[in-house]
């Protein structure tokens, strides 16, 4: 079979799309308030969006109109030149405003990374131009526990076949990154891939209770072209078959994850404790008013609050510290050895795994300082619990405490292994 080559279009972005030269990219205070800009802007209609449940689009031209989307991409390539302390930033403030868009965001910023992790700087360079020039959002998922899909040799490169069951942005994607094998050896590898393809089939929404707007969904591949730059790179979780850079990929993932729960977990306690100062406690409930005359005092109500925002700041802590680590290490890029990655993926580890704990008690507890009224959909409260239980339900919390006792105890490094 032979494979027609790439349209131009495709390759560069979407036709018809405005992509003029960018204005000056901002310095990283700058890109944080356009993030707290933009999660005002989420915020005015969370509710309601997320109970209609429409795909994203709406959401995702804000993200591209504020330059949010190529934020990582180096300024010489045409985004916004900043580095993992600004884009995680980012993400929990969008998250903390809207879970789902949120999520999308830092999945995006993650798959939109891979070329560098995994490609070569060559190849990360002409992607990421290419990125900058379309204003891509990127979707996909090259998870470990994701069987992977297929790829046969062809005239002029590989077809891609198969399907995959859940992936994140599927259903607003400019590109996707998903997870293959080669054919005879069953390498794993990270392929890139354009879902205009007609072979590209069945993205849409997911049917999950959370994280509705993140438009993620099952997606198959019936013999879609995959040229030479499309294969990013490999996935093995060999010993040596990767670099300590590569091995970057887990923690920089996993810090996705960490901040995501941190600023649904943020969210909330805002919400919560706007309703707090003017709403009785159901711990007081012959009250007619909180605490007429002054600010609430009850104690059942402030204990909570204390232990809740302990367990927020501690988690965020450890996240800062992992975040810290992470980009030291991305830093120093191949000069980085084993032992050094190993204790940064742990470090990481187990910032995900307190994050997780954190936002699953404090989107459960939260709730109970208000009450009855916390039910109501017209608040919609319930989502912040939904998109946390929606996330944590992938990742479980007991892998990464035994991959961090097993690093304390007996030195061994944590695993290869990609998170959804």
């Known amino acids: 079979m032979t494979i027609a080559p790439p349209d131009p279009a495709a390759v560069s972005g979407h036709a018809g799309r405005d992509t003029s030269a960018p204005a000056p990219a901002p310095a990283p205070a700058g890109w944080r308030h356009i993030a707290r800009d933009l999660a005002d802007d989420l915020a005015t209609d969370v509710a309601q969006r997320e109970q209609a449940g429409k795909p994203p689009h709406d959401e995702v031209a804000r993200l591209r109109e504020s330059g949010l989307l190529t934020l990582l991409v180096p300024a010489a390539l045409g985004g916004g030149g900043a580095d993992w302390h600004t884009a995680y930033a980012v993400v929990r403030t969008v998250a903390a405003a809207d879970g789902a868009i949120g999520r999308l965001l830092g999945n995006h910023y993650f798959l939109s990374s891979t070329a560098r992790f995994f490609g070569g700087p060559e190849r990360a360079a002409r992607i990421e131009r290419a990125f900058a020039d379309g204003q891509w959002c990127w979707g996909g998922g090259i998870a470990s526990q994701e069987p992977p899909l ?4 062809a ?26 094998a080669v054919p005879g050896t ?13 072979g590209v089939l069945g993205a849409g929404a997911g049917d999950t209770f959370g994280q509705r707007l993140a438009a993620g969904g099952g997606v198959g591949f019936d013999a879609v072209p995959v040229g030479a730059d499309g294969i990013l790179g490999s996935l093995s979780p060999d010993d040596g078959a990767l670099s300590p850079f590569a091995g970057l990929s887990v923690p920089t993932a996993r810090l996705v994850s960490a901040q995501f729960c941190l600023g649904v977990a943020e969210g909330l306690l805002g919400e919560v404790r706007e309703h707090g100062r003017v709403v009785r406690t159901p711990w007081q409930p012959f009250s007619a008013q909180a605490w007429p005359g002054g600010p609430p005092q009850d104690p059942y109500a402030l204990t909570a609050y204390g232990e809740l925002t302990v367990a927020a700041r501690a988690a965020s802590a450890l996240a800062d510290q992992a975040v810290d680590a992470l980009v030291d290490g991305l ?4 000069d980085l050895d084993d032992e050094e990655c190993a204790e940064i993926a742990v470090l990481a580890g187990a910032a995900e795994a307190a ?15 208000i009450g009855a009224p916390a039910a109501f ?11 946390t239980r929606t996330h944590t339900l992938r990742e479980p919390v007991a ?22």
């Open 331 to 334: 830093d120093r890029g191949e």
């Open 150 to 153: 297929m790829l046969t040799p």
């Open 186 to 198: 069953g390498e794993p590898v990270a392929v890139l891939v354009d879902p205009a393809h007609p």
């Open 377 to 387: 959909t017209r608040h919609g409260l319930d989502r912040f619990w939904r998109d």
């Open 155 to 180: 005239a002029q490169g590989h077809l891609l076949d198969g399907h995959q069951r859940y992936d994140t942005g599927v259903g607003v994607a400019d590109r996707l990154v998903v997870r293959a």
């Open 355 to 369: 994050a997780s704990r954190a936002a699953q008690e404090i989107t459960s507890r939260a709730l109970e300082t």
């Open 399 to 420: 892998h990464r405490l035994r991959e961090i006792g097993d690093y304390f105890l007996n030195g061994a490094h944590p695993p290869f292994h990609l998170p959804a």
